[in-house]
């Protein structure tokens, strides 16, 4: 398969490129700073640099044209500001789905938030990060053209991945390695039954194939 991930250069997407192109995939991940080009060749993924909160949706489009897959991962980073919640966070991953409709690509995967919600309240940063991944997985869910899959991990974090999880459409909270969250990733793209699902993902004591299948066949 080809896959294009948003975001190519975030902890989460060169985790899934190199799992993807150490099974023989095609992975290319677009990123916005030509100096991390290096990185993601590393991993064997191709680097695609596109600025996402100022390219049009020809643009996008073109680069994701002949992927079998897009996964939306980009995020406007834990330092940004609340405009750039919406101008990333929201914003570019309506563009991603745009393009990747005008593309002609139906797989769509989104890396979201456990908690996210257009109708969250608060006025920190991390509210206005909440209801800009709520308001973006909504527009995602409206789109019948796209064969979308949700998913909302729990807390991230650097331990080793297990491959043991809870995959659940909710699941409460608690922690999961980014491993974990990269593997599950390439499950859910293996698994086209999961399209239409809304899933939170946290560390748990189910095998994560066996969890995906469990999921997939409810």
Not at 50 to 63: C, I, K, M, P, Y
Not at 65 to 74: C, K, M, Q
Not at 92 to 118: K, Q, T
């Amino acid at each position: 398969m080809r896959i294009v991930i948003a975001g190519g250069h975030g902890q989460i997407a060169l985790r899934l490129e190199r799992l993807l192109a150490a099974r023989g995939d095609e992975a290319a991940g677009i990123i916005r700073n030509p100096g991390q080009s290096d990185d993601l060749r590393t991993v064997g993924a191709e680097p695609v640099v596109l600025d996402l909160e100022s390219a049009t949706v020809d643009q996008v489009a073109e680069a994701l044209r002949g992927a079998d897959a897009v996964v939306f991962a980009a995020g406007a980073g834990p330092d940004s500001g609340t405009a750039r919640k919406d101008t990333v966070d929201r914003g570019a991953a309506v563009l991603f789905a745009d393009a990747a409709e005008r593309a002609g690509v139906r797989r769509y995967v989104v890396v979201s938030s456990m908690g996210a919600d257009p109708d969250h309240a608060g006025d920190e940063v991390f509210d206005a990060y909440l209801r800009a991944k709520g308001e973006a997985d909504a527009d995602v869910r409206s789109r019948a053209a796209l064969d979308w899959t949700i998913l909302r991990p729990g807390m991230l974090t650097n331990d080793a991945g297990t491959g043991q999880v809870l995959l659940a459409a909710s699941t409460g909270r608690g922690p999961v390695p980014r491993d974990d969250v990269a593997a599950a990733l390439v499950e859910l793209l293996d698994t086209p039954a999961t399209a239409g699902l809304t899933l939170e993902l946290i560390s748990g004591n189910v095998p994560l194939t066996v969890a995906v299948k469990d999921i997939a066949g409810n």
